[in-house]
């Protein structure tokens, strides 16, 4: 079955959408994530400055936020490489739409 070009590019732009969406929602996640992480690092920063026995806690706490940092990135680049493929499928569509414009 061959799809209109019309309803192929309004695919195309529901998909982007979505995939923005989508983005936006991992990006507030990525900035939620960071500022717990700088808070780790801070309460870090403290306890390496008392030397006191929270301190190998502390340390973990702000090592395991800072791998979630690197988590919430990953899966923000991965919802970065979905919205650039759709702005790609875009393009094309309307190249294929319109093609003499």
Known sequence: MKI???DKLL???RKL???IEDY???NDDLSKVLSINLKHLKTLNESIERVSGTLMKDKF???QSLNNVFIRISSLEHA???LIES???IILSIE???PRI
């Open 4 to 6: 209109n070009l019309p």
């Open 11 to 13: 695919r195309e732009i």
């Open 17 to 19: 959408e979505v995939r």
């Open 24 to 26: 936006m929602e991992k």
């Open 61 to 63: 706490d702000a090592l």
């Open 80 to 82: 970065k490489s979905h």
């Open 87 to 89: 702005l790609g499928e």
């Open 96 to 98: 294929e739409e319109y």
